[in-house]
Structures are given as structure tokens and as C-alpha cells.
């Protein structure tokens, strides 16, 4: 556990990211981090998860480790009972994703399965443990980190394209039901850029002139401190060239 106590004695903001232990939940965790919020780092790589905590803490920030599947519901609720050791959550960050392409007919229902856990069942078991809390003290910030493929359709990439398009109703409709709560809930839809995310594709990718993960990183944090009693609702970012 890394600076647990000193999270809740100094009542700081606590942020929650899935998918913190590499890519762009690692960009988001450390900058949320260096605008003074306790991030709690959720992941399944334990190696990707401390290398996100060491380069927090180098950096003056505080933070804590939990390994989480967001695949497994009890999983997500130990996630949540060592949340509470640290204090309200007042910003998750849904960014826990995979992606595997394939010819539709040559797709296997495994990979549909683990899209559909991953990138849409996963932010709603996440959202819902979470929100809870958020209702009571009237504040929160959820993000979904969903993709250009939640508003358009792409070749090669039917589940995740469906996963991703799932994802955008998840979040319009829960940002319809808690704006009551004063509860932001923002949507970021980013054209590809470079991760690990293309190292795990079966395709080749060149990755050389894609966005950045802290480029993209950039405007997801400043839309979860936009202080004022608006919501930057729904956030696309290409690169200047258009996908690809
Ligand atoms: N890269 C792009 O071009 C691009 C474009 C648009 C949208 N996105 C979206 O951006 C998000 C972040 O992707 P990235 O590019 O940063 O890729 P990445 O580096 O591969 O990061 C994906 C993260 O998701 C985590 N994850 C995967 N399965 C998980 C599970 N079952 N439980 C918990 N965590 C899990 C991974 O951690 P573990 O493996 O340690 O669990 C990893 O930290 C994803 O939602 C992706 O769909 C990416």
C-alpha cells in the first residue's frame, strides 16, 4: 500500500484509473497525480502497476496499487474496499481496454467475449460500485475513454467497434441520470495513438505518427478539472492527418 494513510489524513481528491498499468491510464494517472490528486491504480499487471507508482511517487505524487481484473465483479468490489481505506473517490476513470482485429468471419466468439467484458461490461460494473458514493456526496467525474471507433465503424473490427459504440450509450445515459447528482460524465474519443495497445494487435502498425498518449492524456485531465458547473460532455481527438 503506497501513502495510504497520508491519502485520507490529508483529504485530498482520490482519483481512480483502470488500466493505469501502461499506456494512456499511466499519462492520466501521473498528471491527475500532479495536480495534487491520490490516484488509485487498478490493473492486472503488478510489474506495469509499480512502474506507474514509481514515476508517480519520483514525481511528489501519491498513489496506491490494486490489482484488479474489471473482468470479475469481486474483483472490482476489493478494488472498492481498498478505496474506502483511502477515502471517497470523487473521479474514475474508465480506461481499461483491449483490442483484437480480425476478418469477421475469421473472428473468434473468445475474442468477442473478452472485448465485450473489457471495454463494456467492465465500465459498467466499475461506474456502478462507484457512483454510489458519488450520489451521496453530490460530485463526481467519471470519464470513459471510448474511441473514434464508438462513433464510426471501422473494417476488421466489429467487436470492439460494437463494444465501443455499447460504451457510448453506457455513458450518455448514465450522464443523463446523474447530472442531478452534480456528477460529470465525459466521454473521450481518440483516434489511434501510440501504446502498447498496438503491440498486442495481430496486425503491424506504424506508430511513428500517431498522437501521444500524453498529448491525449492532456485534455482528459483538464476536462476532469474543469472547475466551473460545465461538462465537457463528449471529447474527439484525431491528429491532425485524420486516422491512420
Ligand atoms: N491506442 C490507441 O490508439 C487507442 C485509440 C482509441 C482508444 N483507445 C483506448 O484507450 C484505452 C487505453 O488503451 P492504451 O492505448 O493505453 O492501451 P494499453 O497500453 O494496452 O493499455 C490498456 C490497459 O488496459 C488494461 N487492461 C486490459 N485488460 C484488463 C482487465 N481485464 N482488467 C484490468 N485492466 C485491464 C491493461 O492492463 P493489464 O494488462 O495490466 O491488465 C492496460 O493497462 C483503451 O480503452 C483503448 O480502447 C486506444
Redesign the pocket.
Given at each position: 500500500m503506497d501513502n495510504a494513510a497520508a491519502g485520507k489524513n490529508m483529504g485530498r481528491k482520490v482519483a481512480l484509473v483502470?488500466?493505469?498499468?501502461?499506456?494512456?491510464?499511466r499519462a492520466v494517472s501521473i498528471k491527475l497525480a500532479l495536480a495534487g490528486q491520490f490516484v488509485i491504480l487498478?490493473?492486472?499487471?503488478e510489474a506495469?502497476l509499480a512502474e506507474t507508482a514509481r514515476l508517480i511517487t519520483a514525481a511528489g505524487g501519491q498513489c496506491l496499487t490494486v490489482p484488479?481484473?474489471?473482468?470479475q465483479e469481486e474483483s472490482i468490489l476489493a478494488l472498492k474496499a481498498e478505496a474506502d481505506k483511502i477515502g471517497f473517490v470523487s473521479t474514475v476513470v474508465n480506461?481499461?481496454?483491449?483490442?483484437k482485429f480480425a476478418r469477421f468471419t475469421h473472428s473468434s466468439t473468445a475474442d468477442w467475449d473478452l472485448q465485450m467484458e473489457?471495454?463494456l461490461r467492465?465500465p459498467y460494473l466499475v461506474s456502478r460500485i462507484f457512483s454510489g458514493e458519488m450520489q451521496i456526496q453530490k460530485y463526481g467525474r467519471i470519464v470513459f475513454?471510448?474511441?473514434?471507433?464508438g462513433l464510426q465503424p471501422y473494417t476488421e473490427s466489429a467487436a470492439y467497434v460494437a463494444s465501443k459504440h455499447g460504451l457510448k450509450g453506457l455513458a450518455d445515459s448514465l450522464r443523463e441520470e446523474l447530472r442531478k447528482y452534480n456528477i460529470k460524465v465525459i466521454s473521450v474519443f481518440?483516434?489511434?495513438?501510440s501504446?502498447?495497445?498496438?503491440e498486442?494487435v495481430s496486425v503491424e502498425f506504424d506508430q511513428s505518427g500517431?498522437m501521444s498518449?500524453e498529448n491525449v492524456a492532456e485534455f482528459v485531465v483538464s476536462a476532469i478539472l474543469e472547475p466551473s458547473n460545465l461538462v465537457i460532455e463528449d471529447i474527439v481527438l484525431r491528429r491532425t492527418l485524420g486516422d491512420f
Open positions: 483502470t488500466g493505469a498499468s501502461s499506456g494512456l491510464g487498478a490493473a492486472r499487471s506495469g484488479t481484473d474489471v473482468r480506461n481499461a481496454g483491449v483490442g473489457v471495454n467492465g475513454i471510448n474511441s473514434t471507433a481518440p483516434g489511434a495513438f501504446s502498447d495497445f498496438w498486442k500517431m498518449c
